[in-house]
């Protein structure tokens, strides 16, 4: 009996413990926490950015020769050429005068590609013997299976390819040297433009390589003064003394110039398509016209002196190339 009334008298103390204002409920915000939809958005968003870059991660493949058909199965296994707003961010580089500019900068990418900004000159590239590299061509360029013309070329093989593997498809040049290879230069003319890439036959070999572009950049690489191989002036520059007058057509050449016993005439972009008549006037050859059309350019396998582009276009524009002094 004692126990109840002990048990009694608890119980008003307890009911007046659950209704302190200390021990009520209270709601608490906590700002700047994300709710679960919107953390959730940022889990998706992370997906997909993997995703997006999932193929520049891609390991590339290491051939160590280059048999026949190598470069095409090379082409097709690496990532596609990358548009330029998905190439790397590249050093910047003051306004200088061309011959006073130096090499341009590689720079190492994702999945071992070498990126080179297209406008800040002829890079010099890298290739061992016994290693296959690839040039890659920006989405949409294309080129001949004979654009790529080297010069000094003992020991180097440059082959125009191209990839057929969906979105793997695109055009690239595979070069490979041999173990008697030096310095070369390689020229190549695309629909878009015109490159001018020294090689060298040093490790580590730039097994792939691509360029960014820029809507100002110039429609050609600049001649190099020197080899890599010997770091000196080259014996016989192409020589540009030429002279152009007459009719000022859009398809007229950018320029005209002599290289390696042979004249290049190049027409800017979309120009060759016109098709002008070329007539050589001086040194006359006997039979057919020795010359050849190759990317944007007429090659003439002799050093010209003066000849004529006639248009086909109604009122058949002409323009006269002259070179050197003759008038």
């Given at each position: 009996m004692?126990?109840?009334?002990?048990?009694?008298a608890?119980l008003?103390?307890?009911?007046?413990?659950?209704?302190?204002?200390?021990?009520?409920?209270v709601?608490v915000?906590?700002?700047g926490?994300?709710s679960?939809?919107?953390?959730?958005q940022h889990?998706?968003?992370?997906?997909?950015?993997?995703?997006?870059?999932?193929?520049?991660?891609?390991?590339v493949?290491s051939?160590?020769?280059?048999?026949p058909?190598?470069?095409?199965a090379a082409l097709?296994?690496?990532?596609p050429a990358?548009?330029p707003?998905a190439?790397?961010a590249?050093?910047?580089?003051?306004?200088?005068?061309?011959?006073?500019?130096?090499?341009?900068?590689?720079?190492y990418?994702?999945?071992?590609?070498?990126?080179?900004?297209?406008?800040?000159?002829?890079?010099?590239?890298?290739c061992?013997?016994g290693?296959?590299?690839?040039?890659?061509l920006?989405?949409g360029?294309?080129?001949?299976?004979?654009?790529?013309?080297?010069?000094?070329s003992?020991?180097?093989r440059?082959?125009v390819v191209?990839?057929?593997?969906?979105?793997?498809?695109?055009?690239?040049v595979?070069i490979?040297?041999?173990?008697q290879?030096?310095?070369?230069?390689?020229?190549?003319v695309?629909?878009?433009?015109?490159?001018i890439?020294?090689?060298?036959p040093?490790?580590?070999?730039m097994r792939?390589?691509a360029?960014a572009?820029?809507?100002?950049?110039?429609?050609?690489q600049?001649e190099?003064?020197?080899?890599?191989?010997?770091?000196?002036?080259?014996?016989?520059?192409?020589?540009?003394?030429?002279?152009?007058?007459?009719?000022e057509?859009s398809?007229?050449?950018m320029r005209v110039?002599?290289?390696?016993?042979?004249?290049?005439i190049?027409?800017?972009?979309g120009?060759?398509?016109?098709?002008?008549?070329?007539?050589?006037?001086?040194?006359?050859?006997?039979?057919v016209?020795d010359?050849?059309?190759?990317?944007?350019s007429?090659i003439?396998?002799?050093?010209?002196?003066e000849?004529?582009l006639?248009?086909?276009?109604a009122?058949?524009?002409t323009?006269r190339i002259?070179?050197g002094?003759?008038?």
């Amino acid at each position: 009996m004692k126990r109840n009334h002990l048990l009694l008298a608890a119980l008003p103390l307890l009911a007046g413990c659950a209704a302190h204002p200390d021990t009520a409920p209270v709601d608490v915000t906590t700002p700047g926490l994300p709710s679960p939809e919107l953390a959730l958005q940022h889990s998706i968003d992370r997906v997909h950015s993997f995703m997006g870059s999932l193929n520049q991660r891609l390991d590339v493949p290491s051939p160590v020769a280059a048999p026949p058909g190598a470069a095409e199965a090379a082409l097709a296994k690496t990532a596609p050429a990358a548009a330029p707003s998905a190439s790397p961010a590249l050093p910047a580089r003051a306004a200088t005068p061309q011959a006073a500019r130096p090499d341009p900068a590689p720079v190492y990418g994702k999945g071992g590609i070498v990126w080179f900004a297209y406008a800040d000159g002829s890079p010099v590239i890298t290739c061992a013997a016994g290693d296959l590299c690839i040039v890659r061509l920006q989405a949409g360029e294309t080129a001949s299976q004979d654009a790529a013309v080297l010069t000094g070329s003992a020991g180097w093989r440059a082959d125009v390819v191209r990839g057929t593997k969906g979105v793997h498809a695109g055009w690239a040049v595979a070069i490979s040297a041999t173990s008697q290879a030096t310095g070369a230069v390689l020229r190549l003319v695309t629909n878009r433009r015109s490159y001018i890439l020294r090689l060298t036959p040093h490790a580590p070999s730039m097994r792939t390589v691509a360029f960014a572009y820029g809507a100002n950049d110039p429609v050609s690489q600049p001649e190099p003064a020197w080899t890599p191989a010997s770091g000196t002036q080259d014996r016989s520059p192409p020589d540009f003394s030429y002279r152009m007058s007459g009719a000022e057509p859009s398809w007229k050449p950018m320029r005209v110039y002599r290289d390696g016993g042979r004249t290049y005439i190049q027409f800017p972009p979309g120009g060759i398509n016109a098709a002008p008549r070329l007539v050589i006037v001086s040194p006359q050859a006997s039979g057919v016209q020795d010359y050849a059309t190759t990317g944007d350019s007429y090659i003439v396998n002799r050093p010209v002196d003066e000849a004529l582009l006639i248009g086909r276009e109604a009122g058949s524009p002409t323009i006269r190339i002259v070179h050197g002094g003759k008038q």
